[in-house]
C-alpha cells in the first residue's frame, strides 16, 4: 500500500508540475492570411505571454530549438522541413508579450497544391520537455490560373534557365497577379511574389527585356497602371506608377536593341501629388 500511494503522489506532482509549466506561457499562431498561391512566402506569427513571474530568454542548442512548427498536409503527414531552423533569442520581461515572426515556406518544403495545418510549439528555457503548444490553423495553397510564361537563359550562365511566368489569383483577397521565377533544370520554385491588386478589365502586357529582366504592366486603379521589371533571381529591380496617356492606355514598346519602354503614359509621382493635395486653395 505503501509503495502504491508513493507512485500516485509522484505522478500526481509529475502531472502538477506539467500544469504549472505550461501554465507560464500564453502561446497563439496566426497567419497573415488563409490561401495562398502555391509558392509564395507565408506569413505566421507566433505570439507569447510570459506569466512565469519573471524574465524569460528563450534560446536554442545544437539539439533542440525554443521554437518549432509541425505542418500537416490533408492526409495527416507531416511536410518534410528544409533543415534545422535557427530563431536566434527572444526576451520577454514578467507579465509581457511578444511575437515572432516566421515564413514558413523558408522552412518547410511547401510549393504544392493543397490544404495544410500548422501549429507551433514554444519550450520554456532551460527545460527541452516542456513547453507551450500554440493553436492549430489551417491554410490552403492554390496553384493559380496562369497568364503568361516564357523560358530565358540566364546572363553569363551558359546552359542555364529559368521560366517567368505571370499569375492571376484571388484567394482570400481581391484579385491580385503575381510574379514567379522556376529554375529550368529542377523545377522548382526560384521566388513567388504579389505584386499587387489587378483589374482585369484591361490585359496585363509582359514582355522580356534583352538583360533578360520580365516587364509586367497592368492595370491596379480605374487611372493607375503599375510597370515592374523582374530579373532571373527573382528580385524586383523597378516598380513606377503610370497613368492614362492623351491617346489611350499605356503600353510596353520592345525596340529592335531589345530594350523595353512604357509609352503614352503620364508618370505618376505619389509626392507631387501628395503635396498637391496638401497645398492650401486661393
Known sequence: ????????????????FATVAHAQLTTTLRLNKNQYLA????????????????ELTFYGDGRMQWLTFILKDSHREEVTPKGRAAFGKLTIRAGESMARQVDL?????????GNFSATAMVRMPGNTGEGSSTNRVLFNQSPGAPY?????GIAGKPGQTR???????SGDQAAQIYAQ?????????????????VLMLRKPLVTVDRKQRMHVMYLATPTMWVHCQ???????????????????????LTFADGTVRVSNSIPYDPKAAAEAKSRPLG
Open 181 to 197: 521565377v522556376i529554375d529550368g533544370r529542377t523545377g522548382l520554385n526560384v521566388r513567388t511574389m504579389a505584386l499587387g491588386d
Open 39 to 54: 509558392g509564395e512566402p507565408i506569413i505566421a506569427t507566433v505570439n507569447i505571454t510570459n506569466h512565469a513571474g519573471q
Open 148 to 152: 503568361w510564361s516564357q523560358k530565358v
Open 163 to 169: 521560366e517567368f511566368r505571370i499569375v492571376n489569383f
Open 105 to 113: 515556406s523558408q522552412i518547410f518544403y511547401l510549393s504544392e497544391p
Open 1 to 16: 500500500m505503501i509503495q502504491i500511494r508513493s507512485s500516485t503522489c509522484i505522478l500526481f506532482l509529475a502531472l502538477a
Open 230 to 252: 523582374i530579373d532571373t533571381d527573382g528580385k524586383l529591380v523597378e516598380r513606377q506608377i503610370h497613368q492614362r496617356g492623351p491617346q489611350g492606355d499605356p503600353e510596353l
